[in-house]
C-alpha cells in the first residue's frame, strides 16, 4: 500500500504564479497539490481538504493574504495547519506581522525549485507526523477511554448484581400485570439464599424455619374469565395483587406464581405466626367483595397452603425448599378438595420417614389427610364467612 499522499494547498490570486508552483512541486511525487486563485473559497477548499501545508501569497486583492492567514488560525479546524507566506519583497515588518499572526515560515517568491520543495516537504512531513502523533494519541486515549468504561460497566454489573441481591427489584424480576415479583424470583432466591443453621435459628428466634412459603390459587377463576371477560380476570389479579401490599408486611415477598396462582413468602414467623400470616392471606383475598372497573363486584376467595422453610422433623432431618412448596401445594389442593376458600398449614410430625416419602414425591394431597398425626399436622384455618 501507498503511503497517504501529502496534502498542499497553494493560495494566490495570479495564475501565472499558480502554475509556476504547481510545476516546482511536482518534483516532489509524494505532493499532492491543490491550487485556489480566490481568496474567499480559500477556508472552504482548506476545509474540503484538509492540507498539511499551505502557500499563501501574501499581496492579494481584494483580500490580502495577512487576512486569508487570520481567517485560517480562527477556524478550530485549521488553526494548527502549517502556513508558508509567499511574498514578492522581503520587508523586516511585514515578516513580523506574518509570524504574529501565525505564520510558520516566510519565502521570497519565487525561491530555487529546490529550496521551494525542501521547504514545503518539510512542513508537510511535520504537520503529517503532528497529526500521527495526534491520530496515535487520540487512539491511545479513546483505548483507555474504552477500558475506562469497559472497567466502569463490570463494575456497574456487579454493584446491579450486589443490589438485586439486596433488593430483588430488577425488572426482570417482576410480574408485567400485578407489578408482583415472578417466577424467576424465586428460582434465583432459591439459588442465593444461604442454607439456614435450623438450631441456631431456632436459639435465636424460636422459629421452626426462616421462612413460610403459602401458596394460593383464586377460587373457581375460570367461571370469572368466561362470565366477566378476560379483563374484569386481569382486574381481580390486579386486585389481589394490591390488597395483599396492603395487609402484607414489607418484609414478606409476594409473588404472582403463574396464571391465578400466588406465593407468598414469609419471614421470621413461628408456628402461630405462620397460621396468622395465612389467616390474614384469606382475608386479604375474600374478606370483602372487589369492586372492579364498568361497575362490577365479585366475592372472590382462595383455597391456600402453607409450610415452614426449612421444614424439619423431630430427629433434626429437613426437607429443601423445594420439597416444602410441594407440601404447601399438597395442602392448597386439599383445600380445594374439601370445599375451597379454606387453608391448610403442614408442620412436620412426630414420624420423621415422612421426610423420604416427600422427598421422592409419593406423597399427594390425600396422602397429607392420612398422615396427619404421624407424618405431618395439619392445620385447618377457615376462609372469611367459612363455617370453622
Same mark, same amino acid.
Given at each position: 500500500m501507498?503511503?497517504?499522499?501529502?496534502?498542499?494547498?497553494?493560495?494566490d490570486?495570479q495564475?501565472?504564479i499558480?502554475?509556476?508552483v504547481?510545476?516546482?512541486l511536482?518534483l516532489a511525487p509524494?505532493l499532492?497539490v491543490?491550487t485556489?486563485?480566490?481568496a474567499d473559497?480559500a477556508?472552504v477548499?482548506?476545509?474540503?481538504?484538509?492540507?498539511?501545508?499551505v502557500?499563501?501569497?501574501l499581496n492579494?486583492?481584494?483580500?490580502d493574504?495577512?487576512?486569508?492567514?487570520?481567517r485560517?488560525?480562527?477556524d478550530?479546524?485549521?488553526?494548527?495547519?502549517?502556513?508558508?507566506?509567499?511574498?514578492?519583497?522581503e520587508e523586516?515588518?511585514?515578516?513580523v506581522e506574518?509570524f504574529?499572526r501565525?505564520?510558520?515560515?516566510?519565502v521570497v517568491?519565487?525561491?530555487s525549485?529546490?529550496?521551494l520543495?525542501?521547504r514545503v516537504r518539510?512542513?508537510?512531513?511535520?504537520a503529517?507526523?503532528?497529526?500521527?502523533?495526534?491520530?496515535?494519541f487520540q487512539?491511545?486515549?479513546?483505548? !483507555?477511554?474504552?477500558l475506562?468504561e469497559t472497567?466502569r460497566?463490570m463494575?456497574?454489573?456487579k454493584?446491579q448484581?450486589e443490589?438485586m441481591n439486596?433488593?430483588?427489584t430488577?425488572?426482570?424480576l417482576?410480574?408485567?400485570l400485578t407489578?408482583? !415479583?415472578?417466577?424467576?424470583?424465586?428460582?434465583?432466591?432459591?439459588?442465593?439464599?444461604?442454607?439456614?443453621d435450623?438450631?441456631?435459628?431456632?436459639?435465636?428466634?424460636?422459629t421452626?424455619g426462616?421462612?413460610?412459603f403459602?401458596?394460593?390459587d383464586?377460587?373457581?377463576f375460570?367461571?370469572?374469565?368466561?362470565?366477566?371477560?378476560?379483563?374484569?380476570?386481569d382486574?381481580v389479579l390486579?386486585?389481589?395483587a !394490591?390488597?395483599?401490599r396492603r395487609d402484607?408486611?414489607?418484609?414478606?415477598?409476594?409473588l404472582r406464581?403463574g396464571g391465578?396462582?400466588?406465593?407468598?413468602v414469609?419471614?421470621?414467623?413461628?408456628?402461630e405466626?405462620?397460621v396468622d400470616?395465612?389467616?390474614r392471606?384469606l382475608?386479604a383475598?375474600?374478606?370483602e367483595?372487589?369492586?372492579?372497573?364498568?361497575?362490577v363486584s365479585?366475592?372472590?376467595t382462595?383455597s391456600?397452603?402453607f409450610?415452614?422453610?426449612?421444614w424439619?422433623a423431630?430427629d433434626?432431618?429437613r426437607?429443601?425448599?423445594e420439597?416444602v412448596?410441594?407440601?404447601a401445594?399438597?395442602?392448597?389442593?386439599?383445600g380445594?378438595l374439601?370445599g375451597r376458600?379454606r387453608g391448610?398449614g403442614?408442620?412436620?410430625?412426630p414420624d420423621?420417614a415422612?421426610?423420604?416419602r416427600i422427598?421422592?414425591?409419593s406423597?399427594?394431597?390425600?396422602?397429607?389427610?392420612?398422615?396427619h398425626?404421624r407424618?405431618?399436622e395439619?392445620v385447618?384455618?377457615?376462609?372469611?364467612?367459612?363455617?370453622?
Amino acid at each position: 500500500m501507498s503511503a497517504e499522499k501529502l496534502r498542499v494547498l497553494v493560495i494566490d490570486d495570479q495564475p501565472i504564479i499558480l502554475e509556476a508552483v504547481r510545476g516546482i512541486l511536482r518534483l516532489a511525487p509524494e505532493l499532492e497539490v491543490t491550487t485556489v486563485d480566490d481568496a474567499d473559497s480559500a477556508i472552504v477548499t482548506a476545509l474540503e481538504i484538509r492540507p498539511h501545508v499551505v502557500l499563501l501569497d501574501l499581496n492579494m486583492e481584494p483580500v490580502d493574504g495577512l487576512e486569508v492567514l487570520q481567517r485560517l488560525r480562527a477556524d478550530p479546524e485549521l488553526t494548527d495547519v502549517s502556513v508558508v507566506m509567499l511574498s514578492g519583497a522581503e520587508e523586516p515588518e511585514t515578516k513580523v506581522e506574518a509570524f504574529r499572526r501565525g505564520a510558520n515560515d516566510y519565502v521570497v517568491k519565487l525561491p530555487s525549485p529546490l529550496e521551494l520543495v525542501a521547504r514545503v516537504r518539510y512542513h508537510a512531513k511535520a504537520a503529517a507526523a503532528t497529526a500521527a502523533r495526534e491520530a496515535a494519541f487520540q487512539a491511545l486515549m479513546e483505548s !483507555r477511554a474504552a477500558l475506562e468504561e469497559t472497567n466502569r460497566q463490570m463494575e456497574e454489573q456487579k454493584r446491579q448484581l450486589e443490589l438485586m441481591n439486596r433488593e430483588l427489584t430488577e425488572a426482570s424480576l417482576t410480574d408485567a400485570l400485578t407489578g408482583l !415479583r415472578n417466577r424467576r424470583w424465586l428460582r434465583y432466591f432459591l439459588e442465593q439464599a444461604p442454607v439456614t443453621d435450623v438450631a441456631a435459628e431456632e436459639r435465636r428466634n424460636h422459629t421452626p424455619g426462616m421462612f413460610t412459603f403459602a401458596l394460593f390459587d383464586l377460587d373457581h377463576f375460570k367461571q370469572i374469565n368466561d362470565r366477566h371477560g378476560h379483563e374484569t380476570g386481569d382486574a381481580v389479579l390486579v386486585e389481589v395483587a !394490591r390488597r395483599l401490599r396492603r395487609d402484607l408486611r414489607h418484609s414478606d415477598g409476594i409473588l404472582r406464581w403463574g396464571g391465578e396462582e400466588f406465593l407468598v413468602v414469609g419471614h421470621g414467623y413461628d408456628r402461630e405466626g405462620a397460621v396468622d400470616f395465612a389467616r390474614r392471606i384469606l382475608q386479604a383475598v375474600g374478606g370483602e367483595p372487589m369492586k372492579l372497573p364498568g361497575g362490577v363486584s365479585l366475592k372472590v376467595t382462595c383455597s391456600l397452603g402453607f409450610a415452614p422453610a426449612p421444614w424439619h422433623a423431630a430427629d433434626g432431618m429437613r426437607l429443601g425448599r423445594e420439597q416444602v412448596l410441594h407440601l404447601a401445594d399438597f395442602a392448597l389442593y386439599l383445600g380445594k378438595l374439601e370445599g375451597r376458600n379454606r387453608g391448610y398449614g403442614v408442620f412436620p410430625g412426630p414420624d420423621p420417614a415422612i421426610v423420604e416419602r416427600i422427598s421422592d414425591l409419593s406423597l399427594d394431597a390425600l396422602g397429607l389427610r392420612r398422615e396427619h398425626g404421624r407424618g405431618v399436622e395439619l392445620v385447618a384455618i377457615p376462609g372469611p364467612e367459612s363455617a370453622p
